[in-house]
């Protein structure tokens, strides 16, 4: 299941993306380990990188919706999360310049300037890279409050005043989507800034990383019509709609990193021997490796039918606004249990200047932390929770979606209120179209909970406390992300046995969540009694799980050796 870039194991439409593809790995590759270790130790910006993406046209490529460049552009979600998936795999600082690049161009796709899309083609093929500002130092998550001000001079001038803190290619970007407000209406307002103009400041990168996470200031720098994409509540809805496209990325950032810095621990664990005995016959270490290496595949799976469902959505069907920040939020912080597990297993090690794995231990944390926060995320989780359980309707049936066509309801989200009258299809229709062990003892799990919100739900006074929500929103995120993960596998040559253990894995995270619900303080007695029905252990199926660490785990030993 992982993709390992020297077999080149990705699945994509059409021969020239895997070309395209192929390009880019052959370029990390040759430029290999040695040289991206030193990059990222001295904080060096990815300039060459960037210098190959223009030689091949790389962003003009995946990021120019079909009608406005060349024939085999076209906005393609299956093709940019394979990209996501190999840039991260290399480290995220790759991943990351493209990442902002992305939520800065959407604006204006999104926008209502066509002219300046028109410049965004030409930018695009100049080879130049893009940025989002939206986040405010006084402000992080909450954008409500945003400073930056556009004064109106005359007729069709401004001039923008304000800044930006934390905004990837702040240093670069020969466009900066920036969010504010009409100084005289309050009106939101988007419009694009130059990181070269003499009126922009790139004060500091904010960060010591060679990702350039900039603190910019605009004074007086001038703006007209033709720098504005959006204004009023279609601004606002524009970087609500950026926000759901890009972040998905964080996931597949989160995938690439888990599966270089797998190939590595098990080539040191394996080889590797202590007391006379090979580091990966200890008991526990088969288990610390089943568990990640089962995470890792859940991570793939829901992240990979999330996009199924991104690229189907419409204003009928906009299901994707649950699955979306669950592929931020949960695959991110799963991706940070994946490096929590192989990193107790190959200890010291994951210390070392040399090897990869420093990259994925450090730059995993930042994933769930980059535009907005898991607590954040989760709190619009759980807007959709009450449709989800309690009002299932029929809707399409969603297929595999790595056809080579353009995602143009992307572009045409609509107004983003509305979130708690979206529905969903039936999730005890897929759980119980799955009768493997661990998929029962789940079933019953989330049996037990639906009971508790109907029947001791949280009160009044729970219902406000964000703490107490959070614990019921990891409960419901791990019912979708289970379901998505049954749906996923059966588009998939996927094990019944590694199905299972991923069940084995998800009914021990469910009874963790249960007894924190359990340990509120201010949870009744009946909420008490009834979150420890919760609690269950997994069905253990040794030789299942040891079946899939001898012939799924131990044989990736060897299969990646970095350049
Ligand atoms: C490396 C990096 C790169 C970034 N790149 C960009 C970029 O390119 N462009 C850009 O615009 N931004 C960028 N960001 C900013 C990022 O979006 C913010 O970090 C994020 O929005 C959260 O803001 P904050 O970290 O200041 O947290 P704060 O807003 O200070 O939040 C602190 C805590 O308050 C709580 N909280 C706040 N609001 C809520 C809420 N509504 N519900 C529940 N809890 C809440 C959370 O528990 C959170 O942990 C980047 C950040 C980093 C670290």
């Known amino acids: 299941m992982l993709f390992n870039p020297q077999k080149h194991n990705l699945e994509y439409s059409d021969p020239e993306t895997r070309e395209l593809m192929q390009k880019v790995i052959d370029f990390m590759e040759n430029k290999g380990l040695k040289s991206i270790k030193k990059d990222w130790h001295e904080a060096t910006w990815n300039h060459e990188f960037v210098a190959f993406m223009k030689e091949h046209q790389v962003l003009a490529t995946l990021m120019t919706p079909k009608g406005y460049g060349p024939d085999n552009s076209r906005w393609d979600s299956s093709r940019i999360v394979a990209f996501a998936e190999i840039t991260a795999f290399y480290g995220i600082t790759y991943w990351y310049t493209f990442q902002v690049s992305m939520l800065g161009i959407v604006p204006v796709w999104l926008g209502s300037n066509d002219a300046l899309k028109q ?70 307002v988007f419009f694009g800034v130059d990181a070269k103009h003499e009126k922009y400041e790139c004060v500091k990168n904010t960060v010591h990383h060679a990702n350039y996470v900039a603190e910019y200031k605009v004074e007086d720098y001038p703006v007209t019509d033709a720098e504005i994409m959006e204004r009023g509540p279609k601004a606002w809805d524009n970087m609500l709609n950026t926000i759901n496209v890009c972040k998905f990325n964080l996931g ?43 995470k890792l595949c859940a991570m793939k799976l829901f992240a990979g039918r999330a996009t199924d469902y991104m690229r189907s959505a419409s204003a009928e069907d906009r299901r994707y606004l649950l699955f979306n920040p669950i592929v931020k939020m949960k695959v991110t912080s799963q991706g940070e249990e994946v490096i929590n597990h192989l990193w107790d297993v190959i200890a010291a090690k994951g210390f070392e200047s040399e090897p990869f794995f420093e990259i994925a231990a450090s730059d995993i944390r930042m994933l769930p932390k980059l535009e907005g926060t898991v607590h954040v995320n989760m709190a619009l989780v ?88 959070l614990a019921l929103g990891e409960c419901f995120t791990l019912v979708v992300y289970g379901q998505l993960i049954i749906e996923s596998s059966a588009h998939q040559d996927l094990s019944e046995g590694l199905l299972d253990e991923i069940f084995n894995v998800l009914v021990r995270d469910f009874s963790h969540y249960a007894l924190s619900i359990f340990s509120k303080a201010s949870s009744s007695e009946e909420q008490r009694e009834r979150s420890m029905q919760m609690v269950k252990a997994p069905v253990a199926n040794a030789a299942q799980s040891e079946a899939i660490y001898n012939t799924q785990v131990m044989t990736l030993k060897g299969q990646y050796v970095a350049g």
Do not use: W
Request: aromatic share 14%; with cysteine.
């Open 119 to 188: 410049k965004a083609v030409k930018l695009l093929q100049e080879g130049s890279v893009f940025a989002f500002g939206l986040s405010e130092k006084e402000h992080g998550a909450d954008i409500y409050s945003s400073e930056m001000k556009l004064h109106a001079k005359a007729e069709g001038d401004y001039l923008a005043n304000g800044s930006k803190y934390y905004i990837g290619n702040g240093n670069e970007a020969r466009l900066v989507s920036t969010f504010g407000k009409m100084a005289d209406s309050d009106d939101y």
């Open 252 to 294: 597949f950032g989160a995938i690439g990193l888990c599966e270089h810095a797998f190939f590595e621990a098990i080539d040191h664990a394996a080889n590797r021997e202590v007391y006379g005995n090979r580091v990966t016959d200890f008991p526990h270490v088969g288990r610390l490796f089943t568990d990640a290496y089962v």
């Open 382 to 469: 759980l807007k959709f929770m009450k449709n989800y359980f309690f009002a299932p309707t029929d809707m399409p049936e969603i297929s595999r979606r790595s056809d080579a066509c353009n995602d143009d309801f992307l572009f045409n989200q609509g107004p983003t209120k509305g979130l708690g009258s979206i529905l969903f299809h039936d999730y005890k229709a897929v759980y119980q179209g799955c009768d493997l062990p661990n998929v029962k003892v789940f079933r019953s799990q989330i049996e037990a909970f639906v009971q508790l919100l109907s029947k001791a739900g949280p009160d009044k006074s729970q219902s406000k406390d964000i703490d107490y929500l």
